[in-house]
């Protein structure tokens, strides 16, 4: 699908699954070189940043936890940046660019910059509407974080390590996408302030302080999500000793009993106290006694 905007003399050309063709036309209207078209056609796992003479070509991967359309935990977005000129990648619909192309048309993102307009300023606004639903999707998950402690303290341990488990695969996978940014973002900035100009410089600098928020916002969220693994893994481990504990106890008070009844079965000329009068009672007082006796043993052990 191919999307041409255009404000002025700027162009910001928008690709979701490219063809050929798409990348034919690039290579025609700003002379993108075809090894750089020849990328866009499909995904490239890695992040990264190059230049190309009068335009900078960047990889950068977004997590996807709510916003997925395809099912994938990372979006692809690939960014050819020239002086009067962007190309946006992707390879399923992104909801930050859909939402940015609205601004766009709206000329709500030019502001106050009508008047000296560049394709940085307009990567500029992108990035901040990607880290912005970036920041909804962490949102989300800290709301879950927050269903899963208010659960672990209502006695759902067992149910909540399933929930843990989940919630921190999507941590570590947003943690993935998003720790490459730092570097790309370094390197854009400063190969940038060069295609740009330095007074475009504390752009090129904000875009970074976007990704530093985030992955500042989702270590605390790992931290918070250790604590919470390591508060369940607690109250499991006591509630499993508790229960131990409770049937350890019951197997010593039974084993006396059992012993005495089977003594007392025994098939032998003579048994002890049998026979006498009241020798039921007699041996089922021996036993309450034997009960009594273990359970102030456990009791002054503060085994109970």
Do not use: C
Request: hydrophobic share 45%.
């Amino acid at each position: 699908m191919f999307k041409k905007h255009t404000y002025d003399s700027l162009t910001w050309i928008d690709l979701e699954s490219p063809t050929k063709d798409d990348t034919r036309a690039l290579i025609e209207e700003f002379g993108i070189h075809s090894l750089v078209a020849d990328e866009l056609l499909s995904p490239t796992l890695r992040s990264r940043v190059e230049t190309h003479g009068d335009y900078i070509f960047l990889i950068l991967h977004f997590p996807t936890v709510m916003h997925s359309h395809g099912g994938r935990t990372e979006q692809e977005i690939d960014f050819i940046v020239g002086k009067h000129f962007i190309v946006t990648a992707h390879y399923e619909p992104v909801d930050a660019l859909d939402e940015f192309s609205k601004l766009f048309e709206i000329n709500s993102v030019i502001g106050a910059n009508a008047g000296k307009m560049h394709a940085g300023f307009l990567f500029f606004h992108m990035a901040r509407e990607l880290y912005k639903q970036a920041s909804d999707e962490l949102d989300h998950m800290r709301k879950e974080l927050t269903r899963i402690e208010e659960s672990i303290f209502r006695g759902e341990e067992h149910a909540m390590v399933q929930s843990l488990s989940r919630i921190g695969r999507k941590l570590l996978t947003f943690k993935r996408a998003v720790r490459p940014h730092r570097e790309v973002l370094e390197s854009f900035a400063s190969v940038g302030a060069k295609l740009f100009g330095k007074e475009f410089a504390y752009y090129l600098h904000a875009i970074t302080g976007e990704q530093y928020k985030i992955f500042s916002a989702l270590e605390s969220d790992i931290d918070t999500l250790d604590a919470l693994r390591a508060t369940n893994d607690s109250l499991l481990s006591t509630k499993t000793n508790d229960i131990m504990r409770v049937l350890t106890i019951m197997a010593f008070v039974t084993f006396p009993l059992v012993l005495v009844t089977s003594v007392f079965g025994m098939n032998t000329a003579y048994l002890p106290v049998v026979g006498l009068p009241n020798d039921f009672w007699i041996i089922v007082g021996f036993m309450v006694a034997a009960t009594i006796g273990f359970f102030l043993f456990f009791k002054s052990k503060k085994w109970l």
